[in-house]
T-cell receptor
């Protein structure tokens, strides 16, 4: 299995809702990432988990809360989002936290906040 | 800090034309270099990589050579197809102080016409 699977593919949520994005990989990778991508822009790093511990938080607002239940799963909990948070949210994994062999990305969750 | 500068797009070519997308980088450590491709509505896919100077990465007819003396990693393909239409991102992953944080260029949109 050489894939990163993200669910759901599309999500529309109101500003008072709570929702979660899920990401799963079975490649034995020990680092997992959340990225945010706006249209026609490169992905922006949000969080890095290395060996199931949060190693990097790029000063992301607390309305985004990551969770890594085990080495194969990564969640992103969303609460009280703003319309400007609408974007494509990408999960990625790499063999180690160095990322020196590149990332495997999922196909993303297209999030719309209304 | 680390940075990646890509040739500005969009780039429009006819089928079977030669492709070059320029990429130069600045890094404080010993980076690995990557090209990712993003097709419409999808996540990023690792296209090719090079982990040290003079390495050549290749995949699906695309090539790029890690040139430390010119800090460049230009993407080339001898004969493009309509199916190559996508956004291409140059990226680096530094094994130094910024380990775990890949730096992406702004992306170059390629359109190939029949």
């Amino acid at each position: 299995d050489t894939e990163v699977t993200q669910t759901p593919k599309h999500l529309v949520m109101g500003m008072t809702n709570k929702k979660s994005l899920k990401c799963e990989q079975h490649m034995g990778h020990r680092a997992m990432y959340w990225y945010k991508q706006k249209a026609k822009k490169p992905p922006e790093l949000m969080f890095v988990y290395s060996y199931e511990k949060l190693s990097i938080n790029e000063s992301v607002p607390s309305r985004f809360s990551p969770e890594c239940p085990n080495s194969s799963l990564l969640n992103l909990h969303l609460h009280a989002l703003q319309p400007e948070d609408s974007a494509l949210y990408l999960c990625a994994s790499s063999q180690t936290g160095q990322g020196s062999m590149g990332y495997t990305f999922g196909s993303g969750t297209r999030l719309t906040v209304v | 800090g680390d940075s990646v500068t890509q040739m500005e797009g969009p780039v429009t070519l006819s089928e079977e034309a030669f492709l070059t997308i320029n990429c130069t980088y600045t890094a404080t450590g010993y980076p690995s270099l990557f090209w990712y491709v993003q097709y419409p509505g999808e996540g990023l896919q690792l296209l090719l990589k090079a982990t040290k100077a003079d390495d050549k990465g290749s995949n699906k007819g695309f090539e790029a050579t890690y040139r430390k003396e010119t800090t460049s990693f230009h993407l080339e393909k001898g004969s493009v197809q309509v199916s190559d239409s996508a956004v291409y991102f140059c990226a680096l992953s530094d094994r130094g102080t910024n380990a775990g944080k890949s730096t992406f260029g702004d992306g170059t949109t390629l359109t190939v016409k029949p």
